[in-house]
């Protein structure tokens, strides 16, 4: 999709030659690496953000500070606070937002009304409370609310909302029993304990539109690309059923995950000066948005979220009051396997393999071991002279 | 002589396996020619409502895979050539050519045959990076110019060949290389078709290292290609049995062909070891 | 310079000529990476080194003994055998069956029969492992349905950590039975039929037959299949890669899978390594244990 932008930067910027090499999402994090390996990487990629912190301590990927700085093109205000947030590591930028992703709740509009939920929940105490009622309203063999197993993001989001962070001490260590942690993780484990959700991963439901549709759960924690499969999987007769919202929070309206990706150039590319131009002519507003009729996908600038087409988007708006309220992952290396862990860890308190408490200590214990490394470096690093 | 009971249980058993074998290549290709979504229904549909190739047409057009097919079918044949090359001399030479420690070399060959590939994967994925070879033809062949089974295997086949001839062909005075070539090579035809078959449909069926050394799209070979296609389109059954049949297809097309050879390989290199 | 003498140096220097090259592939691209690969696991090789190799330090045996107090490495040891502790006799024992079978005078069609049961070995299993992920589906799949006409309810294969290895031994068992049933035919065919007419003579049955002729024959045969087969099924990561991805909840993470996330994922190939070299030690132990045990049979 990002070659159909192409043709018009390559028209403004004659000489330079593109080449568009498409990975596919699940294996693009295990390819890059084997790239980096490898010595083979490309001039610029699309890097999703929580990844920054690794390539970055890999010394794979260009700070971009001094050229943001420099640069119109980029301008720090326009972009989500949170978002930006996210491509900073140790006060160094590293990467320039490319579209955003977050998670909200999808719900089907008719099936809460039914249950006496019409307004979307903007507490933890609500939301309970409608998916109860919608438990009761949907019928036997049928749950509120799908939190599909395999995906760490929904516990993250619930997790981020809470006062003390996931990982303390600068990220040298877990914080999984802190109290904050434990009241999202208890939260989590309680929608499946009360049957509001299914202890499936995405996979066993296998199409997750079709279900969705016929009413087997009419909660989704989940994001923007959804909004485009839900218009082109649902039957007609049901789109007017649907809608979006924020995420609840545990006493208000709760923040969520500062998803996305971003732009990075790498520190081998030998067209570093071309790289960085098709950065800042993928940040125009203009072509931000053409990439969102191409693929669905959200831009991370507010003025280009007042396009009209965009603007107007009733499940749009959702996203765009949740960008406002949104908080990156902890920005250590070793995320992606953290995320690993909380996902593998919850899923056995889902299937009551764990008690929460256990689950926490297990998590802390886990997490604590994969930061040893990370915390002799930092160490070895203020030593060095 | 009476064997296991009557002809019925024996054929029954036989049908029952061959269904048990059969039935999921078969259904394989009936669900690549269903319209996308036919599948995925209750009860499951054992043949199309109206078959089609469209499946096979967004394999073709939209993901690539005639170029995928390519590059399976390039690396297979030039494993084949190059293993060829490599593992038929040698397999002579520890049958029929005395050399120092040829014994005790070949017996440690063959106990390495235990050590799992995979342990040396990593190592040799650093060591191809050194030498520039990661993400490139190259990096998947060189790793198995030379195989171990392979050696095995033409050693075995070139022990039944009578020293006499040999020796008769030394007293003329020939030198061992054209012994080699031109007295020998011919004699190992058949074992030559057998190496190939086994060497083609190894590199063709072969996931986990290409996996690892090939980042490029468009270097991918089809299982890996397959297997990523698997894990994105969890939802469209009907492109990924297309994409399957064109992976499963070919190496049963070749084994079907050259069965004599293939089946005559796989009991020289068992019940010999 | 005797007659002989010449030849000998002519041999030799066409042994090197014609094996040379093989050698050094495999010195070269095989004995000296299993060897890195030892070295590697005495260190602590991540990816912090690949950036930088002074990140690198020398732990000595600290990653075996950390993998060996790792829950997960016990996780899919016990994985793996389980496969091998089900696989290994349910495949050998459907190779029999299949052998014996087709070895029979009383079948007919045997080209066909033999050909149709040895079509999934050489197929590839990342093909046959999608086919299968269907068939197995929940609610789509062929197995559920057959199993529903007799009145079962529809099992999860996939997303049941109690099913899910089931479900992989299964399509592995499908996958290689036909390999092992062609050597034991082939070995069936060796077994001189004068054995079987004396024991006609003496009134056997074809069961007794089965039990004292066909099967001590075999002995030998059985033994080294069993033994290949069970190094094969110690080394299963393609089915769990591509089907369960290790999951759900780690039941099908195997002892290469392991490695491979380990090493190729997380890119820690200090423990990746120590890893491979467990598998290899356990392995070697089995075998050779295995072995000895079939020598001093075979000797008594």
Redesign the interface.
Known sequence: MVAQLLPEFERQHPGVHVRV???????AH??L????????TPDIAQLGNTWIP?FA????IAPLDARVAASPAVPREDYFPGIWESNFVDGTQFGVPWYVDTRVLFYRADLVRRAGCPDPPRTWARWEQCLAGVKRVAGAGNYAILLP??EFAPLTALALQQDDPILADGGRRGNFRSPGFRRALSFYVSLFDQGLAPT?????I??VW?EFGKGYFSYYVSGPWNIGEFRRRLPPSLQQDWRTAPLPGPTGPGTSVAGGSSLVVFRASRHPEAAWQLVEYLSRIDVQERFRQLTGDLPPRRSAWDAPVLAADREAHAFREQLERVRPMPRV?EWE?IADEIQ?VS??AV?G?LSVEEAAAELDRRVDAMLE?RR??LARRRSAP | MKRLGSPLLVHLVLVLLAAFSLFPLLWMVSVSLMHAGEASAYPPPLLPASPTLENYRELFTRSGIARTLGNSLLLATAATLLSLLFNVGAGYAFARLPFPGRERIFRVLVLSLVIPGQVAMLPLFLLLKSMGLVNSYGGVLVPALASIFGIFLVREYARTIPEELLEAARIEGAGELRIFFSIVLPLLRPILVTLAVFTFLASWNDFMWPLIILTDQHLQTLPVALAGLSREHVQDNELMMAGAVLTVLPPLVLFLALQRYYLRGLLLGSIKG | MSANARPLAGARLAAWILAGPALVVLAVFFAFPVVAAFALSLTDFDVYAIADLRNLRWVGLANYGALLSTPLFWTALGNTLYFVVVGVPLSIGLSLAAALALHSRLARWKAFFRTALFAPVVTTVVGVAVIWRYLLHTRYGWINYVLGTVGIDPIDWLGDPHWSMPSIIVFAVWKNFGYNMIILLAALQAIPDDLYEAARIDGASALQQLRHITLPSLGPVLLMVSILTLSGYFQLFAEPYVMTQGGPLQSTVSVLYLMFEQGFKWWNLGTASAVAFLLFAILLALTTSLLRLARGRGAS
């Open positions: 090499q498409q990975l596919p999402w699940t294996a295990e390819k690496l084997t790239a980096f390996v490898g010595d083979s690794e301590e890999l010394g794979a197993l395999n499936a991963t995405d996979t066993q296998s199409n079709d290396p396997h593998i899923s056995l299937h393999r490394k002799w470096m």
